[in-house]
């Protein structure tokens, strides 16, 4: 009798273990889509209904997904006359959200803000002219919208030119 007892009381433990799983893993039901955070950039963000997206005055987009707790502010660094003051206010966005405490997952190195209990990093890629500040409460949210970054670099005649004319 104890021997089935002890099985019995294991069988549950471990249906008990995989249902909670099952029940509370917070990414394993998410699907993913892609939006266009620049003119120049796209990520893949999780498919929800509660969005909203701004483009300011100076070019800055905001993209805030409240089911997951993610936002993503991106620059696209093209029109001189909001160049400079667009910088001026991703650094200053980049100084309120990043937190102090620095972390790894895999290949990717973040920024933890214990305060607000958020992931937070923030890309520059000189190349395309995207400048992006993404933050999540999810980890693994966070690390699959930073994989699916993906940036066009645009040329123009005049760098075309400049290229012929450095290898003549």
Same mark, same amino acid.
């Given at each position: 009798?104890?021997?089935?007892?002890?099985?019995?009381?294991?069988?549950?433990?471990?249906?008990?273990? @995989?249902? !909670? &799983?099952?029940?509370?893993?917070?990414?394993?039901?998410? #699907?993913?889509? *892609?939006?266009? =955070?620049?003119? /120049?950039?796209?990520?893949?963000?999780?498919?929800?209904?509660? @969005?909203? !997206? &701004?483009?300011?005055?100076?070019?800055?987009?905001?993209? #805030?997904?409240? *089911?997951?707790? =993610?936002?993503? /502010?991106?620059?696209?660094?093209?029109?001189?006359?909001?160049?400079?003051?667009?910088?001026?206010?991703?650094?200053?966005?980049?100084?309120?959200?990043?937190?102090?405490?620095?972390?790894?997952?895999?290949?990717?190195?973040?920024?933890?803000?214990?305060?607000?209990?958020?992931?937070?990093?923030?890309?520059?890629?000189?190349?395309?002219?995207?400048?992006?500040?993404?933050?999540?409460?999810?980890?693994?949210?966070?690390?699959?919208?930073?994989?699916?970054?993906?940036?066009?670099?645009?040329?123009?005649?005049?760098?075309?030119?400049?290229?012929?004319?450095?290898?003549?």
């Amino acid at each position: 009798m104890d021997k089935k007892m002890t099985v019995l009381l294991v069988a549950l433990f471990c249906l008990l273990c @995989v249902g !909670s &799983y099952l029940i509370f893993e917070p990414a394993r039901h998410i #699907s993913y889509h *892609e939006v266009n =955070l620049t003119d /120049t950039c796209v990520a893949k963000v999780p498919v929800t209904d509660k @969005v909203s !997206s &701004y483009t300011d005055n100076l070019n800055i987009h905001y993209y #805030s997904d409240y *089911e997951n707790d =993610l936002n993503i /502010t991106s620059f696209y660094d093209v029109a001189p006359e909001s160049s400079s003051q667009g910088h001026l206010r991703m650094d200053n966005l980049k100084k309120e959200v990043l937190g102090t405490e620095k972390g790894s997952a895999g290949n990717l190195t973040y920024y933890k803000n214990n305060n607000a209990g958020t992931y937070t990093m923030y890309v520059e890629d000189r190349m395309s002219h995207n400048y992006i500040l993404l933050s999540a409460k999810d980890l693994t949210i966070f690390t699959n919208v930073y994989s699916s970054l993906e940036a066009r670099i645009v040329v123009n005649e005049t760098d075309i030119d400049s290229l012929d004319s450095s290898y003549a």
